[in-house]
């Protein structure tokens, strides 16, 4: 018995040695499947590569984070999973401090929260310019900027706007200031207190939203607070949330074009940049393929079906030739 075991493992070893030679299998992702090479090519300085990727809290976030790493060990590299820190500053910190090396940020957030600028440029591409010239004094590189717009949005329950009639923003504020009770709004921590979410809306519209209408709750249970109108009838959510359309909400239209547009792009310490330029191209055809359709498809996989990240990642990666 003992030496069938050992004869059928050096078989098994022989076909997975032939298997690496002919380069048709490059690893496994975090499911334990096998990933192997597609439009993604290994690149051999990334042998071996401790990349540490991160992420944000939120669904879309850890989907990207997830997407991040199955593309760098699809590359060559070891990356590391440091996925998942709460709040947009503390993964920003992370990034700037060297205690991790990459993650997808949004031009609009950089341009708002971490380069302090008050005013958001309407064109996209213009945006990412800025964005991309202004952090390069902070160490930070941006790689290819995706199309899809995960923008802050306030969004209501079909009950709730049929009796109120509101449909844009400005129909909003007019609601405010004319009964403040019918106006009750859910909101997460960030989209209350950021000059991007609603005190700058607050600001652009005119209105003053009375502090017992407003319910701050954790952003995964805004959605259904919203869709069920207890204890609110509208609330903030991101527009490529899968939850906007699985709780059947509307987004109000931006009538004053106050939201930023928010591509998400990686963001890279520039020494790692600068050391490993092959890599970008990675991520530049990635970005690419990920337009507001796509994204909010994947993100309802994971916050709607209740699909791991990682699972999601890999198999879109797939699906677009990436990997195979």
């Known amino acids: 018995m003992r030496m069938l075991q050992r004869t059928t493992a050096a078989v098994l070893a022989l076909v997975a040695s032939a298997s690496l030679a002919a380069g048709c299998t490059i690893g496994k992702d ?46 060559g590299a070891s990356p590391q999973d440091k996925t998942n820190i709460t709040g947009s500053s503390n993964v920003r910190q992370a990034l700037t401090s060297g205690a991790v090396d990459l993650y997808w940020e949004y031009t609009g957030t950089a341009w708002i929260s971490y380069l302090n600028q008050t005013k958001p440029i309407s064109d ?46 400005s129909d909003y504020a007019a609601l405010v ?51 069920k109108g207890d204890p609110c009838g509208f609330g903030s959510v991101a527009s490529t949330d899968g939850r906007v359309a699985g709780q059947h909400l509307t987004v109000l239209e931006d009538d004053k074009h106050f939201f930023p547009t928010y591509n998400p792009a990686i963001t890279i310490a520039t020494s790692l940049a600068q050391k490993y330029p092959q890599l970008e ?35 879109w990666l797939k699906s677009a030739g990436f990997i195979s």
């Not at 990207?64 to 199955?70: D, K, Y």
């Not at 990412?128 to 802050?152: C, F, H, I, L, M």
């Not at 909101?187 to 991007?196: A, I, L, Q, V, Y």
Request: hydrophobic residues 40%; contains cysteine; aromatic residues 6%.
């Open 30 to 75: 975090e499911t334990g499947a096998q990933v192997g090479a597609g439009s993604i090519k290994k690149i051999d300085a990334l042998n071996g590569a401790q990349i540490r990727v991160s992420s944000k809290e939120f669904d879309e976030q850890l989907l990207l984070g997830q997407i991040a790493l199955v593309a760098l060990r699809a590359a």
């Open 124 to 169: 996209p591409q213009a945006q990412y310019e800025a964005v991309k010239q202004a952090d390069t004094a902070n160490g930070v590189t941006w790689w290819a900027r995706s199309p899809a717009n995960d923008t802050y949005a306030l969004a209501g329950n079909p009950e709730t706007l049929a009796r109120t009639g509101v449909k844009t923003l």
């Open 177 to 227: 200031k004319r009964d403040p009770a019918a106006a009750s709004t859910c909101m997460g921590p960030e989209f209350k207190s950021r000059d991007d979410g609603f005190p700058g809306l607050a600001k652009t519209y005119g209105f003053t939203l009375p502090d017992p209408q407003v319910h701050l709750l954790n952003d995964a249970v805004v959605y259904p607070s919203i869709g």
């Open 281 to 315: 191209q990675v991520f530049t055809q990635i970005a690419a393929k990920l337009d507001t359709a796509t994204l909010t498809d994947l993100n309802k996989k994971v916050s709607v079906d209740g699909q791991k990240p990682a699972t999601v990642a890999s198999d």
